[in-house]
């Protein structure tokens, strides 16, 4: 216990001590601060609470059982469900986030780029193909993703990502160009308006351009990815 102009002021690991759900209260605190809530039914906005607070307060194992037995409030079906749709509200509070941060700092601007999973010892697995990883300078098992990422200079926030799939493997054949276009218009769609657009000259397709010059002020092509 600290002393403040003789005012008793609990630290935070005598407050992890006498009270979990103390701690459980401030991350609302804070969730509320950030306006978490409106993104978020109630239900799940009491389950992330609950899931921070145990990561908080338990030093090893922070498991969803041992959190709602140490906590006491929820119980541990209500916290595995919440995960289990873990997802779904993952994609909203990073919406959520880069229209918190575009208040104060402006619009920002997105990259467009992709990237290899490396599964060098699991050819079994759905969507692993033998391809080029760039950083290893040779041919090896992965997954290849396309992202979409949301930035202001400073914050790097995910946006969206997509498997690619070779042809043959799916049904339906899709372009990195196409997953590119539909990650950018599910973006744009949800609200966020970047001030540009950056990628390498993979994405330097017709059809991309126009999708960007409809949607923002500008674009950014490098012969290098970003």
Request: net charge positive; glycine share 6%.
């Amino acid at each position: 216990m600290m002393m403040t102009r003789d005012i008793p002021v609990c630290d935070m690991e005598m407050l992890f001590k006498v009270s979990p759900l103390a701690v459980m209260a401030l991350v609302s605190l804070c969730f509320d601060v950030f306006k978490i809530g409106a993104c978020l039914p109630r239900r799940a906005l009491q389950s992330l609470a609950a899931y921070c607070a145990g990561l908080i307060v338990l030093d090893r194992k922070q498991t969803s059982m041992r959190i709602a037995n140490y906590l006491g409030v929820l119980s541990h079906d209500r916290m595995t469900r919440f995960l289990g749709e873990g997802a779904f509200y993952c994609s909203k509070l990073m919406l959520h986030f880069i229209h918190l941060i575009q208040l104060f700092r402006g619009k920002g601007f997105f990259a467009i780029d992709d990237t290899l999973l490396p599964h060098p010892r699991s050819k079994k697995i759905k969507g692993v193909y033998w391809d080029y990883d760039h950083a290893l300078k040779r041919n090896i098992f992965g997954q290849r993703l396309v992202v979409l990422i949301w930035s202001d200079g400073f914050w790097r926030i995910p946006v969206a990502f997509a498997f690619w799939h070779k042809k043959g493997a799916r049904p339906k054949y899709r372009t990195k160009n196409e997953i590119a276009r539909t990650l950018l218009t599910w973006a744009v769609h949800h609200g966020l308006k970047p001030d540009y657009v950056t990628f390498d000259n993979w994405y330097a397709s017709k059809k991309n351009f126009r999708l960007i010059l409809f949607v923002t002020t500008g674009l950014k092509c490098t012969s290098k990815p970003v």
